[in-house]
């Protein structure tokens, strides 16, 4: 065989093979696009198929304070779900697919049909109003045979929550809140208007949290009177849910005065001062918890009669911190574990230690003590000096006579008030805090400033 006979048949059978070859390619195509147009019938499909694979199953769901029925329900992988949604409660709910696509916010008595999916891996609805799902409206939604995995938990779906750094100084342009209390305002009347709303507020240097407040700040406007004043009290609701008030201090029937009011409503409160008292104020709106939780709460302080004069008055609103992601709502199941994050005077994490507040040696000085909770204690104290008047819910427990008695705290359950008096002898630091130290290291220090004291590198307590 000569060169020339070998290099054609090499020729011969490449050509072959590169026919054979293109051969395939055309089918492998055609067979691609035969699975391309008809892919819907078989098994395994994607896209329409899944879609297609069962008609949309309805249901009826029932909502109310606070669940969602039924809790569960079952789909196929695709199927889309068609939800008659009917608000059976006292307040507004909605109910969205992953908390994004689903029904309107309904009113109380409002229905409406939606259809959402297709579901192609287990998955959740809930309420979007804040604190709702954690509250308990949530349904899960099982698909057969999804390796999604479980729908979670409540308990399992908590915010990371913002993380309070204890070194951490308040910005150059931060204001404490102003704990100086005025005396009652003259008259025996007092027409007071107080808004709901609904704010972004730093409670710690770094951190900021969507907080419901009463007046735009925690805790709300201190109001005082005394026995035998009336108040009129106009709640006006700001806010983008509902909102209420509750005053300890008041006589009234619960399901009238104290009644939840919608965005944009007003409702007037009256009720006379029968008692004295350092009282507690809160919305009382469903979940409590939450809305207390979350900075909707004050104090009213009713003087008891013949109340000595002082030279200065002050007023400490204790309460708990339960952080949400940074510059969102606080975290209700983290209130239902009363896990707080921090524990705190006047709605800021040690203000008082950032900012002193500034008397003179040897004055008189009063300091009313209200503990907001909502769960938490207190054990009101201050560093370096002793109480010689107590006055702990409606009554003396210490005054001023032979005895010479002393008291070292002020001790108070939530939702629980009352005053100390004393003086500071020397010119120096004086640290406010509560002797549960456990939480006094979480944000609930401050410091008195008499005189013109200078703090020495190094000094705590």
Known sequence: MNETTTVNDSKQRFSMVDSGLWSIVAAVAALSLVIGAFGLFLPGGTGAAKASAAPPKTVDVTLTEFKVEPASINVESGQKLTLTVKNAGTMAHDLKLAGTTGTKLLQPG????????????????????????????????????????????????????????????????????????????????????????????????????????????????????????????????????????????????????????????????????????????????APTLHHIGNGMYGAIIIDPPDLAPVDHEYVMVQSELYLGEQGKEGDLT??????????????????????????????????????????????????????????????????????????????????????VEFSLAEVGFYPIVTHKFSNASKGALGLFQAGDAKMEAGASH
């Open 110 to 285: 409002e229905s409406e049909t939606v259809t959402v999916g297709p579901i192609d891996a287990t998955s959740q609805a809930w309420c979007t109003v804040p604190g709702h799902k954690d509250a308990g409206m949530l349904m899960a939604i099982n698909v057969s045979g999804s390796s999604g995995g479980a729908a979670a938990t409540p308990a399992a779906d908590l915010a990371k929550g913002a993380t309070i750094d204890p070194a951490a100084k308040p910005p150059a342009d931060w204001k404490p809140y102003d704990p100086t209390l005025a005396p009652a305002a003259g008259g025996t009347v007092h027409d007071v208007e107080m808004h709901a709303i609904e704010k972004e507020l730093a409670v710690a240097p770094g951190v900021t949290q969507m907080m419901w407040t009463f007046d735009g700040k925690v805790p709300g406007t201190i109001l005082r009177g005394k026995i035998g004043d009336v108040f009129n009290v106009t709640l006006v609701n700001d806010g983008t849910m509902g909102h209420s008030i509750d005053f300890h201090a008041s006589r009234v029937a619960w399901n009238e005065k104290m009644r939840t009011i919608k965005p944009g409503e007003r409702l007037l409160y009256q009720f006379k001062a029968d008692y004295a008292g350092a009282f507690m104020y809160h919305c009382g709106t």
């Open 334 to 419: 983290k209130m239902k574990n009363v896990a707080f994050d921090a524990v705190v005077f006047n709605g800021y994490y040690d203000q008082y230690k950032s900012s002193p507040i500034r008397v003179d040696p040897n004055q008189r000085i009063r300091v009313w003590v209200v503990d907001d909770g909502p769960s938490e204690n207190s054990s009101f104290h201050i560093v370096g000096t002793i109480f010689d008047t107590v006055w702990k819910e409606g009554t003396y427990d210490l005054r001023p006579d032979a005895r010479r008695g002393g008291s070292q705290a002020l001790d108070l359950q939530p939702a629980q008030g009352g005053f």
